[in-house]
């Protein structure tokens, strides 16, 4: 999930390995709070793997700071882990916040496609936390079972949020296709004339 993040932000401008630290929990509106240990190591890999390049900044100072960018064959990385399915279910709530942070470089019908398997995943998840009410399961504990409850109000509160996204990304993507329609008829109006 670190590499989605960086190379999401790398996609946006070059920038200094502190920078992206700072904007990995700023920009990104508190998704991500990332330590020095786990940033730098990740930026050796992506490099060695030829995803970004570095070069020395320009600036004076003490220390000469390397600025990071995207290279394209980390474009088509950064893509593949953008649209990729989740083999973890523990972090897939973070990871699809991050993923959408980032969804404006998906064309329409992906992000159609991601919502609405997303909104697959929580139904399940769903009808998993009813069984578990129905089943009495989380015990004879009153917190065990405000557990379960807040869970399933809060899946049940995602769902509506994601119907909502996918709604309005149909809506959208109906609009644009019709414009493009439109403008291409306009076109082949004008070369007919």
Do not use: C
């Amino acid at each position: 999930m670190l590499e989605l993040a960086v190379l999401g932000l790398l996609k946006e401008r070059p920038i200094h390995g502190y920078q992206l630290s700072r904007e990995l929990g700023d920009s990104l509106g508190g998704l991500w709070r990332v330590s020095y240990g786990s940033l730098y190591p990740t930026l050796r890999r992506l490099e060695r793997d030829g995803a970004i390049e570095s070069e020395a900044d320009d600036e004076r100072g003490a220390r000469r700071k390397k600025v990071y960018r995207i290279t394209p064959k980390g474009e088509q990385v950064f893509l593949e882990l953008l649209q990729g399915t989740p083999n973890d279910t523990q972090t897939e709530d973070a990871r699809f916040r991050m993923r959408l942070a980032f969804f404006r470089y998906l064309p329409p019908e992906t992000r159609i496609r991601l919502l609405e398997r997303r909104r697959q995943a929580l139904q399940e998840r769903l009808s998993t936390l009813a069984e578990s009410q129905r089943a009495g399961r989380g015990g004879a504990d009153d917190y065990g079972r405000a557990l379960i409850e807040h869970n399933r109000r809060v899946t049940e509160s995602d769902i509506t949020w994601l119907e909502s996204l996918i709604a309005a990304e149909r809506t959208k993507h109906v609009a644009t296709g019709g414009l493009r329609r439109r403008r291409a008829a306009l076109r082949g109006k004008e070369r007919i004339s």
